[in-house]
């Protein structure tokens, strides 16, 4: 997702398994599907690495799955803003609350 015209996922770990059943369907990935998404997205940084051991921030689990859900995944996390969710208290954000209340479209005059 590009907040206000910068793109928020800078760097894009793809960890695998080079023996691994699990890691069959990354493989197949980074095989068919990981070159076209590096050319659609330049400023995207794609690193692939053999590791076994998950140290990354957002780690989504791609066991068994196909080329084309990892794809769909890897957009997810190209899209994501990166900031965490803040749950409101109430539906009335601010920082200067009325005197009078909050209006409503109820009030009759």
């Not at 691994?20 to 050319?39: C, H, V, Y």
């Not at 794609?46 to 957002?58: A, S």
Request: charged share 25%.
């Amino acid at each position: 997702m590009a907040l206000r015209g910068v793109w928020q996922l800078h760097k894009l770990i793809v960890s695998y398994c080079n023996w691994g059943g699990s890691s069959r369907g990354i493989r197949a990935f980074m095989e068919s599907q990981l070159p076209i998404f590096k050319e659609k997205n330049p400023q995207l940084e794609v690193v692939t690495e053999l590791i076994r051991e998950n140290k990354n921030q957002r780690v989504i689990c791609v066991k068994n799955m196909d080329p084309e859900d990892i794809l769909l995944h890897a957009t997810r996390l190209r899209n994501a803003l990166g900031r965490k969710v803040v749950k409101l208290r109430s539906r009335d954000v601010t920082k200067h609350p009325s005197v009078q209340g909050t209006w409503t479209t109820a009030v009759k005059y």
